[in-house]
């Protein structure tokens, strides 16, 4: 039984031994208090190793690090963003590129559009948290401006690169200290991708410069928290939904220089180009061609795609996709367009981005080595009490970060279990052996009974 038990336990529990211990410690429930998500784009994982962020250790060293993120493919910005608040991979919640061609309805997406249609596919958290009686609210989040299943979020901004990092901060602190139903928040900052595109990521002069501004906007959160009385009573995750690859003029990609541009249509070009041959008959001939065009970039059929990309079961990926390799640029002819790039394959390190994570629900110094990017949906319905939509996430690993779970790590589950084990096998066979050795009445009677039943031997009665 004692060993059937601990079975149950380390298959229960996956990864890792949990325990839910009820309350937080100031006594208030887990969803009693607000959530605010923050994302700095293009903030490469490894940042964190490579430069000096003394108000991030600040957070840190109250709170939760996870070194790096497992993001999804592909590693564009509306498709992270979009995965963060629903926990979907890109072809479940549909927005799968910057641009994308829908061919159902003929429609063409662009990261300027206003279409709500491309993110009817899935429910962002804001709009959950509206149908769960609380509101929401929004600086600049991707999609928060728009009526997704017929709702914004509660207070938002329309989308406007010129509104500062401060603007979008102070609006969204007012609106969660003076109306106490905002339970969750969620803002959005442009850096530092617009720096690693423009100098590309190894330019290490410019991108000190744009992570200490990132260094100080985190400063500014914490200050603007701590004045408005919400500090310490806030749960804060800050992420981002990629990192960056330093890309060369002497790493292009010319598909001119392989295939006639009669032959397919571009609906998004790199480091994932998705192509719709002109003509239907003609697949094979433009994938071959395409295919054998660089050895620096691979060629799918859609229904080739592997399976670990989660990027195939949607209408909106095209019958061929292209894949540059790290730091590789796909054109169809001229000169590199951006020093540094994102989109490639999600298993790179260096697409990946990081977490930190504060408040009452959070261990204080804490640290993960890291999980999947979608895992953070679960956690933040866990959060805010809210029901988790069906999604590809997973509450197993993120848990641990919470101070109200007891967690051990997939090592020391198995070690403990394996252990336990041979001491009862051990145990069991010595009490066997031991028993085999001592006096035993019974035997002799039937060993004589079996050599013969009907033996009236003196002795057996
Ligand atoms: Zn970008």
Redesign the pocket.
Known sequence: MLIRRLLWLSVCCGLAVCEHNGNDTDGETTATHPLLLVSF??FRADYLKMYSFPHLQNFFSDGVRVDHLTNVFTTK?FPNHYSLVTGLYAESHGILASRMYDPQTNKTFTIGSDDPYWWDEATPIWVSVQNSGYKSAAAMWPGSDLKIQNHTATHFFHYNPKVTFKERLGNLTSWLKNDPEVRFAALYWEEP?RTG?MYGPDNTAEMSKALREVDDNIGLLMEQLQQAGLWGRINIILTSDHGMAQCSQERLIKLDSCISRTEYLVVDLTPVAAIIPQNSTAVSRVFSLLNKCHPHMKAYMKADIPERLHYKHNDRIQPIILVADEGWTIIQNGSLPRLGD?GYDNSLPSMHPFLAAHGPAFRKGYHLSGFNSIDIYPLMCHLLGIPALPNNGSFVKVRCMLVNETCADLAVTVGVVIGVLIVLTTLTCLFRLMKGRGPSPSRPFARLQLQDDDDDDPLLD
Request: net charge negative; glycine share 16%; charged share 35%.
């Open positions: 784009d293009g910005t991708d595109h994102h």
